[in-house]
């Protein structure tokens, strides 16, 4: 039976994705259909929570815009994401940062930012 959940998952993976973890700035781009027109949108934000793994995996976006707090939740291997890029990698000691929800203005996303190193080709 987990072999056969690891094929139908293998046959299903989207788009290949970096390593996200809570407290990354990431921005998404998604396909957005308006009547017979498809444009791209991006979301640019926290990542303040991850849930699931594989083909199954989401995670939780959250920025401000005009002053108002908006999270989205966005599966990873939906066909709807174009692409995932990692703006800044961010440093967090807490899986779940929902503490950012309390905070206002420029504070409300305020992570220190974690340093990596590139790997060589």
Known sequence: MDQLIQLVEATQAGVETPDIYPGDSVRIQLRVIEGEKERLQAFDGVVISDRGAGTNKTITVRKIS???????????????VESVTVLKHGKARRSKLFYLRKRTGKAALK???RKVAEKAS
């Open 66 to 80: 005009h002053g108002v707090g908006v999270e989205r939740i966005i599966p990873i291997n939906s066909p709807n």
């Open 111 to 113: 992570v220190k930012e």
